[in-house]
C-alpha cells in the first residue's frame, strides 16, 4: 500500500549546479511521533491503510516512495550579513508532490543525514526543535500567514550530539518550493548566465506563471517577489511574529515563512525585542524586521539585475528605483494592517498619530501585544489592570471618535478586528511546557496546544490559560537555532 504520493520531478531536472543527488542516510528504529492528518487531506494523502511501522518508514526516508528522486539543493547566503556558500546540509527534497495539474509543493525531509554541503555539521536534526518547528509552522498557517508546513515528525531512535545528547529526529516539511534568496546568489555567484536565466525561468513557470509571456519579466519578477515578501513581514508584525534568522538563504521566493529555528512571538510589546540567542545586536529584532527585508531583497535584486536590460547602468537604475519603492509599499501595507487592527475604515490623515500613540503607550506600560487588541476587541477573558490606567483612556476616547467616523456598525467594525487579531498565539511559555512534556512522551499540552492554535481567531471556552502572560521572570527568555 502507499499513501498516494504523485511525484513529478522537475527541481531534479535542472543542471548539476543546482543540487547535489543523494539519498537520505538510513536510520535505525524510527518511530513516529506526529503526523498531519489536516496537512494530509489537502494533499490527497491517505494514511490509514498503512500501518505505522511503515509509515515510519516512509518519513524517515528509510524507504523511498516511487517517484521520489531525492536531491540536496544548493545555495548560498548572508548569514547576519556574511555571504557564505551553503546549501541543504541536512535536507533532501524527495521532489514535488502534485495534488492536482496546478498545484505543486515540495516534499522535504528534515534531518536527513549527511550531504555535500553539510560542513562541519552531522546533518541531523533534534526532536525538540523539530516538533517546535511543526507546532509553530501550523500555528502561522492557522494565522492565515503564508508558511511552509509540517506533515510528521518520526524519532530516529539514534541519539544526536549537541551540549548533551538527544533525540534524533525527521521532519516532513512541505513547501510551494524551496527556492530562496540564496539559491539566486549561488547560482549568480557561479557566473553562469544561462544558469542564471534557467533559474528565473523556472522560478517564474513554478510561482508566477502570469508573467511569463511579459517583456519585462525579470523586472516583474523583482516586483513580484517584493510585494510577496513586504505582505509577509507586514503578516508577521500583525501577530507579533519574530524570525530570528531572516538570512538571505531562509528567505523562500514563495514569500512563504521558511526556516522556524529561533523564531518566537513577542508577548509585551517592546519593538527591540530579540529572543534569539545568536543575534547579539538585534539585527533581527522586532522593528528591523521590515528594514531586513528590504535588504534581502536588495541581494536578490542584484543577483538578476543584468537581466533587467541591457544597458548595464540603465538595469542598475531601474533595479535601485524599484527596491527604494519599499518603504512606501510598506508603509501602505502595515498602515492598512493596523488600520483593520483597530477596526478602521477608510483613511484619516490622523491615523498613523493614533496608532503609533497607541504602540508608544504599549511600549512605556510593557503590555502584551496580543491581549491590547483582545482587550478592546471586548474580549472578557483580559481583564489586566493597566487598561484602567489614565493615559490609555485618554487615547481609547480619540479612537472612540475615530470610529464614530467609520459610519460602520459596532458590530461591523468588531468582525473586522476579530478577523485581524488573534487571540491565541504560541505563548513562548506554553510551548516550552508543551515541548518538555513532549520530549518525555507526553503529548496532552503539545495536542491540547496544537489543537487551539488551529482556530486563533476565535473566542472558546477554556482558553484563559492561553491568553495569559508568561508570569514575570527575571530571565529573559531565548531561543536557539536548534541545529
Ligand atoms: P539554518 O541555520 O538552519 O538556516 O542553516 C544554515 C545552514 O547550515 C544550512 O546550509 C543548513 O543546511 C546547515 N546546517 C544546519 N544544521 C546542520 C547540521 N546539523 N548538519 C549539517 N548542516 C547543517
Ligand atoms: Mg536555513
Redesign the pocket.
Known amino acids: 500500500m502507499t499513501i498516494g504520493w504523485h511525484f513529478d520531478n522537475t527541481y531534479s531536472k535542472l543542471p548539476d549546479t543546482f543540487k547535489e543527488n543523494i539519498k537520505p542516510t538510513p536510520v535505525n528504529e524510527p518511530e513516529i511521533v506526529i503526523l498531519n492528518n489536516d496537512l494530509a487531506e489537502k494533499l490527497n494523502l491517505d494514511f490509514s491503510k498503512v500501518d505505522s511501522k511503515n509509515l515510519a518508514q516512509i518519513f524517515s526516508g528509510n524507504s523511498l516512495p516511487d517517484g521520489a528522486n531525492t536531491i ?1 539543493q544548493a ?1 548560498a ?1 548572508h ?1 547576519f550579513g556574511h555571504f ?1 556558500m ?6 533532501v527534497l524527495l521532489g514535488e508532490h502534485l495534488v492536482n495539474k496546478n498545484s505543486r509543493f515540495d516534499i522535504q525531509f528534515k ?1 536527513s543525514g ?2 555535500s ?9 533534534v526532536l525538540g526543535p523539530m516538533l517546535r518547528e511543526y507546532l509553530i509552522s501550523e500555528a502561522i498557517y492557522a494565522l492565515g500567514i503564508p508558511t511552509t508546513r509540517s506533515l510528521a515528525v518520526v524519532k530516529t531512535g539514534e541519539e ?1 550530539v549537541r551540549e548533551q545528547l538527544m533525540q534524533g529526529a525527521i521532519l516532513t516539511r512541505v513547501a510551494s518550493s524551496h527556492i530562496r534568496v540564496g539559491t539566486f546568489q549561488y547560482i549568480a555567484a557561479k557566473q553562469n548566465i544561462k544558469d542564471l536565466q534557467l533559474l528565473i525561468d523556472y522560478t517564474i513557470d513554478r510561482h508566477f506563471p502570469e508573467i511569463q509571456s511579459s517583456k519585462s519579466k525579470t523586472l516583474d519578477l523583482l516586483n513580484l517577489v517584493m510585494d510577496k515578501q513586504c505582505q509577509l513581514v507586514v503578516d508577521w508584525m500583525r501577530v507579533g511574529f519574530i524570525h530570528g ?1 531572516m ?1 538571505t ?2 528567505m523562500a521566493i514563495s514569500g512563504e515563512t521558511i ?1 522556524y ?1 529561533p523564531c518566537a512571538f513577542m508577548d509585551q510589546y517592546d519593538p527591540q525585542t530579540v529572543f534569539s540567542s545568536i543575534d547579539q545586536f538585534g539585527r533581527y529584532s522586532f522593528e528591523n524586521q521590515p528594514r531586513i527585508t528590504k535588504w534581502n531583497l536588495a541581494r536578490f535584486a542584484e543577483c538578476i539585475v543584468n537581466l533587467i536590460d541591457k544597458d548595464e547602468d540603465k538595469a542598475i537604475k531601474i533595479a535601485t528605483e524599484t527596491i527604494n519603492n519599499f518603504e512606501k509599499i510598506y508603509e501602505k501595507k502595515w498602515l492598512n494592517m493596523m488600520r483593520n487592527k483597530l477596526g478602521l475604515f477608510g483613511e484619516n490623515k490622523d491615523d498613523k498619530k493614533l496608532i503609533l500613540e497607541l504602540l508608544n503607550w504599549m511600549k512605556d506600560k510593557k503590555a502584551d501585544y496580543t491581549n491590547t487588541f483582545c482587550y478592546l476587541m471586548k474580549i472578557s477573558d483580559i481583564k489586566d489592570q493597566i487598561y484602567k490606567d489614565e493615559s490609555f483612556k485618554k487615547w481609547q476616547k480619540l479612537w472612540y471618535k475615530r470610529l464614530d467616523l467609520n459610519k460602520v456598525s459596532e458590530e461591523k467594525y468588531l468582525k473586522l478586528m476579530r478577523s485581524t487579531n488573534p487571540l491565541i498565539i504560541p505563548r513562548n511559555h506554553n510551548v516550552e511546557e508543551a515541548l518538555k512534556a513532549a520530549s518525555k512522551n507526553d503529548f496532552q499540552l503539545f495536542n491540547e496546544l496544537l489543537e487551539v492554535l488551529k482556530t486563533p481567531y476565535k473566542s472558546k471556552e477554556n482558553i484563559s490559560k492561553f491568553l495569559e502572560p508568561a508570569p514575570v521572570s527575571k530571565e529573559k527568555y531565548q531561543t536557539f ?3
Open positions: 540536496a545555495y547566503g548569514q557564505t551553503l546549501g541543504d546540509g541536512r535536507a534531518g549527511k550531504t554541503f553539510s560542513r562541519r555539521g552531522d546533518g541531523r536534526a544526536v534568522v538570512n538563504d531562509n526556516d529555528g537555532c536548534g541545529t
